[in-house]
């Protein structure tokens, strides 16, 4: 099998996991009733995909930290220091793990203090994040991209006005 059609299998195989695990979350946010009974309410349209942004910068921070981690480790003999793996892979782990907090609080929440704690741990795994890895690859001197630092930023920044004025998540998380 040629090296393309293993890495369109490998993608074909991301994206039904990616699917899978969104639609799974679909069907647990259906479980818990809205903090307020009018329609629209639930982890419906744009809340949902609120969570599907959320659960893709998971998976993309933690296949770089993964990819980073891999990269280094190729080229050290003998393993990969205790530093060097902190150096290198807390940034992704950590945005990975703080997406996924947030995903949960949006999920099972349903209230004014869970909409407030996943918006809190969203701009801490996306733009903060994002920003101390720009610096720490800057001082390291290699070239740091400004992009995914714009990107994810007007990401949660769009997703941070939706989930306080919508109607939808006012209904689901009551506040009104």
Not at 131 to 139: G, V
Request: aromatic letters at 10%.
């Amino acid at each position: 099998m040629s090296e393309e059609s293993m890495m369109f299998v490998g993608a074909a195989a991301l994206l039904f996991f990616c699917v899978l695990v969104l639609h799974s979350l679909w069907q647990t946010g259906r479980k818990y009733p809205a903090a307020v009974h009018a329609r629209p309410n639930g982890i419906k349209g744009g809340l949902f995909l609120v969570v599907a942004f959320l659960f893709g910068v998971a998976v993309v921070d933690g296949g770089s930290a993964a990819n980073i981690l891999l990269f280094i480790s190729e080229r050290t003999p003998g393993g990969l220091p205790a530093d060097v793996i902190l150096r290198y892979g807390t940034p992704g782990i950590a945005g990975s793990v703080l997406c996924l907090a947030a995903i949960h609080r949006l999920i099972v929440g349903r209230d004014k203090k869970a909409l407030i704690y996943a918006t809190v741990l969203m701009w801490i795994a996306g733009p903060v994040n994002e920003m101390l890895a720009f610096w720490s690859q800057r001082r390291n001197g290699t070239e740091a991209d400004v992009l995914p630092l714009a990107a994810i930023g007007c990401g949660v920044a769009i997703s941070t006005v939706y989930l306080f004025l919508s109607k939808r998540s006012k209904n689901t998380y009551g506040l009104f």
